[in-house]
């Protein structure tokens, strides 16, 4: 997939050449990746009628974007526009909170907005796609950091309480991801979007043992283009961590198709397995003791290697003639599947190579080294698949749970 390819006209035409439908998907209207991608946004939001928009962001992603000269721009073309800079929490972390969103409905409401603009990474897309959603308008996402693949999301997972919770909102209506902008996106927040990308070895391993084992649902195309944009991330590391032009790009395409791969299959499978659920834990871990959070990339490729290394421990125990306890009652689980499932694990990456392609990409690969203590990882093995008891993943059958 070159450069100039329109990321939805792709995804398409790979549905028709397989004869699969997607006329029931909500793709975004526009999605543009490009260097100046961010100019597109006026025209477009005249071209929608809309006359009053509200860009939320905080004041680094805000300065990231240039967000006074869009606001100008905007104001050029009789768009009347304001902007919500979100005020971040005790531990200063801005976070997708009652606080954020009463404050982004707020403006909405004092400013008659008809169209909000998620201006910053991850979080502050969750803010704008709930608030939007909420005041029934369309949000418009103009992302200012690679690192996450949840921009084309139609959920937002939020914090209400203390809790972390995944509520239904709505996806972009457009998309314009200016390769300018995220080129001067920190190399945490970089290392963090690989890192969610390199969650995909055992989100779509994950995916397959539960589809083989588990009844779930499978979707062939969607795991397709979503290994397709990882191997793409992987073959592209080094530009990514020296974050080129090029690298940056490849990196903001991937997330983009694992999205709509998302958005096609209608559920996370694709993107989403036990790595994310020992991401999970250990995020409601830093929240319930008061520590900082840490970006949720960074913890996806960090359990990425973690789960690996597991995976191989357990089948090699459960595939061994004298396996006992609870390897054995593994082994019984996954019966004659067992070598074609092992097989599976095998075409993956190790866990040393997984950790050295994070550091490549120049972010943290261990868990230690991002505040989460062994107990925890520990403790998060034994007990993260209770995130999603609906999902079947590799590590609900080692923990023995149907
Ligand atoms: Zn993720």
């Known amino acids: ?27 975004p209207d526009e999605i543009v990746l490009a260097p100046g991608a961010s100019e597109r946004l006026p025209a477009y939001l005249k071209e929608k009628g809309h ?49 954020t969103i009463v404050q982004t409905l707020l403006d909405i409401q004092q400013h008659g907005a008809d169209v909000a603009i998620a201006v910053g990474a991850g979080t502050l897309h969750d803010i704008t796609r709930y608030a939007a959603y ?46 300018d902008i995220l080129v001067q996106a920190p190399g945490a927040m970089v290392a963090a979007g690989f890192g969610d990308m390199l969650g995909k070895y055992t989100s779509l391993f994950d995916w397959k043992v539960g589809h083989a084992l588990g009844g779930e649902d499978y979707d062939p195309y969607v795991a397709e283009l979503t290994a397709m944009a990882l191997n793409e991330c992987v073959a592209s590391v080094e530009a990514i961590g020296a974050r080129t032009p090029a690298g940056i790009e490849t990196l903001t395409r991937a997330l983009i198709v694992s999205g709509l791969a998302m958005l096609i299959f209608g559920q996370s499978h694709s993107a989403s397995g036990a790595e994310h659920h020992l991401s999970h834990y250990w995020e409601m871990e830093l929240l319930r003791t008061g520590r900082r959070q840490v970006l949720h990339g960074a913890k996806v490729g960090a359990a990425c290697a973690v789960i690996v290394e597991h995976y191989r421990r357990w089948l090699g125990q459960a595939a ?32 040393p190579r997984i950790r050295e392609l ?13 505040g989460i203590e062994g107990e925890l990882v520990a403790r998060s093995l034994r007990e993260a698949d209770e995130i999603r008891p609906g999902r079947k993943t590799l590590l609900r059958m080692i923990n023995g749970r149907r």
């Open 51 to 99: 006359r009053r928009a509200l860009l939320v962001g905080d004041p680094l992603t805000m300065a990231a974007a240039n967000g006074d000269e869009l606001a100008d721009a905007l104001r050029e073309l009789g768009i009347a526009a304001e902007a919500t800079l979100v005020k971040p929490n005790a531990a200063g972390d801005v976070v997708a909170d009652e606080a």
């Open 134 to 179: 909420t005041a029934g308008l369309p949000f418009v996402s103009v992302p200012t950091a690679p690192s996450v693949d949840g921009f084309t999301s139609k959920g937002a997972p939020l914090l209400i309480r203390g809790d972390k919770i995944t509520v239904p909102a709505i996806g972009p209506a457009a998309i314009f991801a200016d390769t």
């Open 358 to 370: 994070l550091r490549t990409a120049g972010g943290p690969a261990l868990p230690e080294a991002l």
């Open 320 to 351: 061994a003639a004298d396996a006992s306890g609870p390897a054995a009652a593994l082994a019984a689980q996954l019966g004659d599947r067992l070598p074609e499932v092992a097989g599976w694990l095998g075409e993956l990456p190790d866990a």
């Open 1 to 27: 997939m070159n450069s100039h390819t329109d990321i939805v006209a792709f995804v398409k035409h790979g549905a028709e050449t397989r004869g699969i439908r997607l006329s029931e998907v909500a793709f």
